[in-house]
């Protein structure tokens, strides 16, 4: 069956008839059950446009369905739902409802490439996938993922110093996702570390806790990359109509 | 790409990199803390000379790529960009995977595309430094480093502590072998690295007398991009990798990456947390299983700072 013809299978768009006639003849049985007759009229004509608008989907128009991306991706051999072909395919034909049925999983790739790595066409499906979730994100259908999360504390404090300081970025990211820190694994974790009385490393992580570490000068390059990171955001705003959308949500909230 | 001088025309690729920038990155200051002072410890117990690249910056890593995939390769590039204009040398290596990775690709979209060209001109301009050039720099994985400075019989004739009787997997992770476009001098027949079947690190595990198990994992993914933000997932992933690793016959787990490291102790232990899944296998950097070849003592490559304990363990092998 073509990958595009499998939601026509779901059980709420088959109906089945304990006894039906149709023209004098009795179809009742094994012949009883159909495909619901629908009309499809929701397209989102710009999706394609859209995802490519963003980084990482620019070579989505170049995909031609060969299935390696699924085929070799990490995520769908623990989670059959996680298709990057199938997803790829909705954006191209428009389909969003469908696509949002998998909303909530999307940003689980794990960059691991090796769809990239399989891509005959060179589409970097890994690439779609973070644009995908971005555009979920910014179209407000999904809250920010933790991945996310993770992805502005992180790139927030190379901002910020240059460099990363690892206690600081998981606190943060605790902190912001609302997580508690003290889970019996990662209680666990620290008690071994510290069985093999890693004093210069202790020393060193303290320190660093204490006195962030940074790229002396920074300063000007933190600016340069602010700058172009809000004008990107911007540029992306615009190519996804997003004012308009929030205009829209304004009147549907006055009205 | 420029052509390279008459200096390097000479030069054999052993002599070149006898001495090279170093670029530690962020992990390796931090929870890779044991791989840094092992490479330093083989480079030291080798005759390599290290020179840590000034006053470096974060490569980017896979979270501001995520943000914005242009930020990434000006940050590398940076990198680079002081390497040649602030200390005169044209080979980096980079032991982790992921800065490895990082200079790389951004090599790769400075020679091929020429807005990645345009933003790191500007930027660069703009922090006030010398704007990076394709084709300065070679980057280099700590791997290339030993495996071409040192080679297998340098390696094998320098060698104290045999690790024969050492049964291990060798796990190289996702970033050192994929996407293939980015690593041009890989797959080039004998003697070159593989992106499907890597063998870099076995072959230096070899020469040390280490005997390596037949491992399908390789490459395969440790969920590291996640491990926090989706560790059910991560957990499944690393479970995968070290049972597949023991029923292959595997003592150790060598690696190369300290995203992957970590991974692998953390999720090693949230598995016999969460799931109740205890699977016993050792898991050290390739750097410290050679630097105990090569008679250092477990402290001086830093097997005290690794979570997962393989101090008994090495004893008994003769090492401790």
Redesign the interface.
Known sequence: MPIHEKSLIRPENLTTHEELVLDGVDVSGHWSTFIETRVVKDYNESLEEEIAALPGGEQIHRCWQCGSCTNSCTVNAINPDFNPRYWIYLIRMGMESELLRDKDIIWQCVSCNKCTYACPRDVFPEGVMKATSHWLEKKGHTPKSPSMHFDEVFTEQIVATGKIEESRTIRRFFARTKQKLAQPWMIEMVKRMLRGLPVGLLTRMGLATLVAPRTSGWGSASAAIQEYIDEQHEKQAEALNLAQLVETAKQDVAA | MSLPDKVSLTMTTKDKYKKVAYYPG??L???G??YNRSTKAVGKALGLDLVEVK????C?????K??????QT??SS?VMSTTVNEMDMDVVMAPCNGCYHNLKKAEYDLANDDESVA?VD??SK???HKTYESGQVETIHALDWIKDAIGEDGLKSRVKNSLSGMKIANYYG??Y????HIFPEKDQGPGSES?SKPHFMDDLLAAAGAENVDFPLKT??C????T???SD??T??VLNILKTAKMCGAEVIATECPTCHSGL??HQ??A???LGEKVDIKILYFTQLLGMALGLKPRKV????????S?GFLKEKGLG
Do not use: F, Q
């Open positions: 962020c992990a200051e931090g929870s803390h044991s006053n470096w910056n974060c980017g890593a896979m979270e501001v995520n943000i914005d995939p242009k930020i000006y940050l940076r933003v500007r930027l703009k922090a006030g996702c970033m072998t994929r996407p293939r992106t395969a993914c969920g590291g991009a996640h926090l933000s989706d997932t991560s499944k992933l102790e953390m232990i949230r016999e947390k969460t830093g097997v005290h700072e690794n979570i997962n304990d101090i």
